[in-house]
């Protein structure tokens, strides 16, 4: 699997968001495993080839930020942009905290329910046009979107053209030394799962190295109970 190469419209796509298939094929936009959890709630669990599955962090999701959470917010002041926001909790927040916020994701269902929750959002990759472009203070990377497209390097270069000079990037890295480029897919429960997407983990470790070879500074780290977070800053 080549995870360099330019996506397709959802090859960016965070670790539950791929378009539903059964075992028999493709299955509809009802039962895209995601969509139906969003809608109707379950477990979701995350597959790599030859791993065990990891159950995904839905509740947490789409509930109200928690105090770890509120570590990344804080450090959001200004005009800030949450890439792969999903249900939307960060850029709702944001927007009651009465700082510009504006969330993206490719999945129209997490869009639906960002807009419902009250962020204002757009069902849009990363790597697509985007409004602001160079101009915003902030973007989040929350959850372990740094992993989005299987290459934290190319992210990294889209973040730096996205981020004003002197921007800032809070990015929620593993909590484990790790740094490693796979192919998964979501499933759940039911034997419904998605397509294969590319994705990443990396820890603040290999984080400091990538930053700077792709012009940022990582200018602070800190932790929370079984979750990592740094701050890399654009000169």
């Known amino acids: 699997m080549t995870l360099v190469r330019e996506p397709d419209r959802t090859a960016d796509l965070p670790a539950a968001t791929r378009a539903g298939t059964t075992a028999d094929g493709p299955a509809g936009a009802g039962t895209d495993p ?10 979701l669990y995350v597959r790599r080839h030859g791993h065990r599955r990891q159950r995904l ?8 930020p928690d105090t770890a959470d509120d570590t990344m917010l804080a450090r959001c002041t200004g005009p800030t942009l949450d890439v792969g926001c ?43 046009p985007l409004p602001g472009e160079g101009r915003w203070a902030a973007a989040l990377l929350a959850d372990g979107n740094i992993g989005i497209g299987g290459d934290p390097g190319r992210l990294l270069d889209r973040m730096h053209g996205l981020l004003a000079p002197g921007g ?21 429960d039911h034997g419904c799962h998605g397509g294969a997407f590319r994705w990443a983990r990396i820890g603040t470790p290999a ?3 990538l930053a700077r070879a792709h012009h940022f500074t990582m200018t602070e780290t800190w932790t929370h109970p079984n979750r990592a977070f740094a701050t890399l800053r654009r000169p």
């Open 34 to 43: 995601y969509a139906v959890a969003l809608r109707e709630g379950g477990a």
């Open 207 to 209: 984080l400091r190295v």
């Open 86 to 128: 999903g249900p939307g909790r960060l850029a709702a927040a944001l927007s009651r905290r009465g700082v510009t916020a504006l969330g993206i994701d490719p999945v129209p269902a997490a869009v639906a329910r960002a807009l419902a929750a009250g962020a204002t959002a757009l069902c849009r990759s990363v790597f697509e």
């Open 168 to 188: 800032l990037l809070v990015v929620e890295t593993d909590a484990q030394d790790v740094h490693e480029r796979f192919a998964a897919r979501v499933e759940d």
């Open 57 to 64: 962090e839905l509740a947490r999701w789409c509930a109200d």
